[in-house]
T-cell receptor, first 112, second 114 residues
Framework: QQQVKQSPQSLIVQKGGISIINCAYE??????FPWYQQFPGKGPALLIA?????SEKKEGRFTISFNKSAKQFSLHIMDSQPGDSATYFC???????????FGQGTELSVKP | GAGVSQTPSNKVTEKGKYVELRCDPI?????LYWYRQSLGQGPEFLIY????????DSGLPNDRFFAVRPEGSVSTLKIQRTERGDSAVYLC????????????FGPGTRLTVL
């Protein structure tokens, strides 16, 4: 069964702190791992993504760390800001087909 | 440019009724996806179109759900004999021709079945 498990369900971080969200998958037939950010009343928007042949990808304050052997990947948000408060979803793309399989989401709140 | 648009933004219906949800993808995008998002959950895949044809409909929960994309652009998700359990936000996304192209999501249609 193709699943992506995400933790924590919710996260509170002080402004300037580091937010860390973790995901794990079971099926090895995934070839692409995006992270999406969703604000209330809006659709998810792509934040950053990684391929499994890379162990880390950084874009500005956002970094994905990928551990292929452990089947885990995580999102790090450096210098977290109140504007980062949103729900974050990890996802995985099976290597055949176009769909994305999403994690359950993490509601991040960054306190000023 | 214009993003993915979905209409209506909200739909309230009664149990047993038929509903249609519309998605206008980004111009030129050949791939179109429907997902369903229940409260507090991640989006759940329903169906994926490449052009006019359904390339993968494995996520449709049962035969009450059907989707079309007759001209390869606008898509309609159709739900027959709605049930209270169908209440959710229905999200549409579109992407370019590459299988790993970014999926751009619309704002969703919130369906409430009373």
């Amino acid at each position: 069964q193709q699943q992506v498990k995400q933790s924590p369900q919710s996260l509170i971080v002080q402004k300037g702190g580091i937010s860390i969200i973790n995901c794990a998958y079971e099926n090895t037939a995934f070839d692409y791992f995006p992270w999406y950010q969703q604000f209330p009343g809006k659709g998810p928007a792509l934040l950053i993504a990684i391929r499994p042949d890379v162990s880390e990808k950084k874009e500005g304050r956002f970094t994905i760390s990928f551990n292929k052997s452990a089947k885990q990947f995580s999102l790090h948000i450096m210098d977290s800001q109140p504007g980062d408060s949103a729900t974050y979803f990890c996802a995985a793309h099976p290597n055949q087909g176009g769909k994305l399989i999403f994690g359950q989401g993490t509601e991040l709140s960054v306190k000023p | 440019g214009a993003g993915v648009s979905q209409t209506p933004s909200n739909k309230v219906t009664e149990k047993g009724k038929y509903v249609e949800l519309r998605c206008d993808p980004i111009s030129g995008h050949t791939a179109l996806y429907w997902y369903r998002q229940s409260l507090g959950q991640g989006p759940e895949f329903l169906i994926y179109f490449q052009g006019t044809g359904a390339a993968d409909d494995s996520g449709l929960p049962n035969d009450r759900f059907f989707a079309v994309r007759p001209e390869g652009s606008v898509s309609t998700l159709k739900i027959q004999r709605t049930e209270r359990g169908d209440s959710a936000v229905y999200l549409c996304a579109s992407s370019g021709t590459g299988i790993l192209d970014t999926q751009y999501f619309g704002p969703g249609t919130r369906l409430t079945v009373l």
